[in-house]
Every structure is written in C-alpha cells, then in structure tokens.
C-alpha cells in the first residue's frame, strides 16, 4: 500500500492453553477500507478481532491503529467501536439512551448528546424509535441500534462481529446492504467477522481469508473468487470441483483420457501429479464449436434444482469415470432443453482452470 496502514498487524499469535488460535498474523488495512476476515467455525477470525479491540491480549506480535502502537493498551484507549452479533444492547434503556451511552460516559453536553443521537438515528433509518425499548423492536431495528451506538463517539475503527448471522436471510441481505452504503458515506474504516462467504463477496473491499489461525489469502473479492490461492481458499469460497490430473507441458494437463489448455503456464514439470480445479459455474454448453478450446462431449447425469439454476453431473464420453460438476442457469435449460442421459458438447474455459499441487488440502 503506497499510503500507510491505519491498521498494521505484525507477528501476531494468540495462546489458549496448548491451542494455538492464532499464528503469525501480518495484516494491513487501508483508511476507509472495509475488510471481512472470512473462515470457518475455529479458524481464528474472532480471535483476531477481539485481539485487535484489546478484549483479548496477544501474547506476540504488534498491533497500530492510526499510527500509534496500541498493542497493550486496554479497549477504551483504541479508538473503536464495535458492533456483536448478539446487539448487546441494555434492555433497561430506550433507544435514545443505548445510543447516546458512549457520550454520556465522555461527559458530551446534554444538546450535543441528543443532536448526535438525532443525527444517526436518521443515519440508520430509526428517527422515530428513539423513546422505544429495544424488546419493541425488530432484530433488524436492534442491529441498527446497535451499529447508531457503536458509531456514536465517531470511532476510527469500527469493528463488526458476525453482525448479520442472527437475522433471517431477507433482513440480513437488506441490512448489509445498509450497513455497506453506511459505511462508504461515512468513510469509516471497518473490518466485519462472518463465516458466510456470500456477505464477504458482496460487502468487502478486500476478504482475509483464515484457516487453523492462519492468513490463507487476502485479495479482493475478485481476486479471492477467480484466483484462489491454495485448495482451501479455492473449496471453501463458493463451489468447486477438484480432480486429478497429471501435468502434460508448461500450460497443459490431462484428466483421465481428456487433454485440456490451462490459461496461464501451471509451474509444474510434464508427469507431475496436480489437482485441477474449476467452478460448475464456468463450464460452456453454448456456441460450441469443433475448434472450441477444451471442447468434449459429456453425457448429461443427475440434474439438481436449485432455483435460478440446475447442478447437474457430467460423465464424459472419453473418461466417465471423471464426474464434473456444472451450473446451468435456467434459461439455459430451458433455451437448450437439456435432459439426463442426452449427450452434449461442453467446454472448460482455459481461463478458469486453476492447478495446485497434488494431495494437496482442500
């Protein structure tokens, strides 16, 4: 990064008894910039934010926020505010004094108090919620609140701990939305926990993706969803399907009796065992052509609805003891009038094909 982190993360390990949660951490994040750590139950993500709000101390490693070496400072002297998925909201307050808590605890005047309250309770879309309790609201309305209050005292660093995962799927989809417009006007910057990758995608300017306490990938969205790094990365963002293969040449592999073109070189030498890689998604079945690249003929086995899409498993003619695994949209289905048993011409893009090496981790 050309300007320099507001938020720097070196060396970072954290203990618990003989479990190491947490394993030589480097992490840097840019002002303004809204980074998700993604990852399974267990992989550390937690433990990485609670260790940067100072509720857990490291027991190695540094940590900078704005600047300023906070590595043993408390909580309070850390400029955040955070945000849990369980709203942690006092049940004996209204709305207006869960809010307005932050500054009162600063000894903010009483006008400056209520303006400010005024002011985010528009902000999140609750200006007449104020004199309710949070048992009258919704656990969208909470989570709102919830997220007024931690952005009260004007924090740097705004923490969200699986903010959306107790909401059922409509709110939590409205909300991040919210949540992502909310933050870019404000510029505040933010790093949220979840462990569902579609949030991730859809909110992050950037994902940190953990496993076993380990940094497995940082990139963007993009950059994590098209170009996974490791098995793990490439199996746990979306859906992929894994096969053996054996490197033939600098950008070429083959897969039981199928030859195919990789879009970049693979980096391993020709006889080398690999896994390849690929998402059904990414698989053609239109405008198929004699001369298209990685073109061969599968017979059509179990479709699986899913909506806006058909899983469906395909046995190639050459190697059908080769399942792979392909979405088809269901316009596709319809326009093609695809059906189990038929046999149709597919194509792998080369482009998509990703290659790692064998026996390797998903």
Same mark, same amino acid.
């Given at each position: 990064?050309?300007?320099?982190?507001?938020?720097? @993360?070196?060396?970072?390990?954290?203990? %618990?008894?003989?479990?190491?949660?947490?394993?030589?951490?480097?992490?840097?994040?840019?002002?303004?910039?809204?980074?998700?750590?993604?990852?399974?139950?267990?992989?550390?993500?937690?433990?990485?934010? !609670?260790?940067?709000?100072?509720?857990?101390? #490291?027991?190695?490693?540094?940590?900078?926020?704005?600047?300023?070496?906070?590595?043993?400072?408390?909580?309070?002297?850390?400029?955040?505010?955070?945000?849990?998925?369980?709203?942690?909201? %006092?049940? +004996?307050?209204?709305?207006?004094? +869960?809010?307005?808590?932050?500054?009162?605890?600063? $000894?903010?005047?009483? +006008?400056?108090? !209520?303006? =400010?309250?005024?002011?985010?309770?528009?902000?999140?879309?609750?200006?007449? #919620?104020?004199?309710?309790?949070?048992?009258?609201?919704?656990?969208?309305? #909470?989570? !709102? @609140?919830?997220?007024?209050?931690?952005?009260?005292?004007?924090?740097?660093?705004?923490?969200?701990?699986?903010?959306?995962?107790?909401?059922?799927?409509?709110?939590?989809?409205?909300? $991040?939305?919210?949540? $992502?417009?909310?933050?870019?006007?404000?510029?505040?910057?933010?790093?949220?926990?979840?462990?569902?990758?579609?949030?991730?995608?859809?909110?992050?300017?950037?994902?940190?993706?953990?496993?076993?306490?380990?940094?497995? #990938?940082?990139?963007?969205?993009?950059?994590?969803? =098209?170009?996974?790094?490791?098995?793990?990365?490439?199996?746990?963002?979306?859906?992929? *399907?894994?096969?053996?293969?054996?490197?033939?040449?600098?950008?070429?592999?083959?897969?039981?009796?199928?030859?195919?073109?990789?879009?970049?070189?693979?980096?391993?030498?020709?006889?080398?065992?690999?896994?390849?890689?690929?998402?059904?998604?990414?698989? =053609? *079945?239109?405008?198929?052509?004699?001369?298209?690249? +990685?073109?061969?003929?599968?017979?059509?086995?179990?479709?699986?609805?899913?909506?806006?899409?058909? $899983?469906?498993?395909?046995?190639?003619?050459?190697?059908?003891?080769?399942?792979?695994?392909?979405?088809?949209?269901?316009?596709?289905?319809?326009?093609?009038?695809?059906?189990?048993?038929?046999?149709?011409?597919?194509?792998?893009?080369?482009?998509?094909?990703?290659?790692?090496?064998?026996?390797?981790?998903?």
């Amino acid at each position: 990064m050309s300007e320099p982190s507001f938020l720097r @993360v070196r060396g970072l390990a954290k203990r %618990f008894g003989s479990f190491t949660a947490l394993r030589d951490i480097d992490l840097d994040i840019a002002r303004g910039e809204f980074v998700c750590f993604l990852g399974p139950s267990g992989c550390g993500k937690t433990t990485l934010l !609670r260790a940067i709000a100072g509720l857990d101390l #490291q027991d190695e490693g540094t940590i900078e926020i704005a600047g300023r070496d906070v590595s043993r400072a408390p909580p309070a002297e850390r400029d955040f505010g955070i945000v849990f998925q369980s709203y942690a909201l %006092f049940p +004996n307050l209204t709305v207006t004094q +869960n809010v307005g808590y932050g500054l009162v605890n600063r $000894r903010t005047g009483r +006008n400056e108090i !209520r303006r =400010r309250v005024e002011e985010l309770l528009a902000l999140v879309g609750l200006p007449e #919620q104020g004199s309710k309790y949070p048992v009258q609201l919704s656990g969208g309305q #909470q989570q !709102r @609140v919830a997220l007024a209050r931690a952005l009260a005292t004007s924090p740097g660093l705004l923490l969200l701990d699986e903010p959306l995962s107790a909401l059922d799927a409509k709110v939590r989809v409205r909300l $991040r939305d919210e949540i $992502r417009t909310l933050q870019k006007r404000l510029g505040v910057t933010t790093v949220m926990v979840t462990h569902d990758q579609e949030e991730a995608l859809a909110m992050a300017d950037r994902i940190v993706v953990m496993n076993q306490g380990a940094i497995e #990938q940082v990139g963007t969205p993009e950059e994590i969803y =098209r170009h996974p790094e490791t098995p793990f990365v490439a199996d746990f963002v979306g859906h992929m *399907t894994f096969l053996d293969a054996v490197a033939t040449g600098p950008a070429t592999v083959r897969v039981g009796a199928l030859d195919l073109v990789l879009g970049e070189g693979s980096g391993f030498l020709p006889g080398t065992p690999v896994r390849l890689a690929m998402r059904p998604e990414a698989i =053609r *079945t239109r405008s198929i052509t004699a001369d298209t690249p +990685n073109r061969f003929d599968v017979q059509i086995g179990e479709l699986s609805f899913l909506g806006s899409f058909c $899983r469906a498993q395909l046995l190639p003619v050459s190697s059908p003891d080769t399942p792979i695994a392909a979405d088809f949209s269901a316009n596709a289905m319809r326009d093609l009038a695809i059906r189990p048993g038929e046999i149709r011409a597919v194509a792998m893009p080369a482009e998509t094909l990703r290659v790692f090496p064998a026996g390797s981790a998903a």
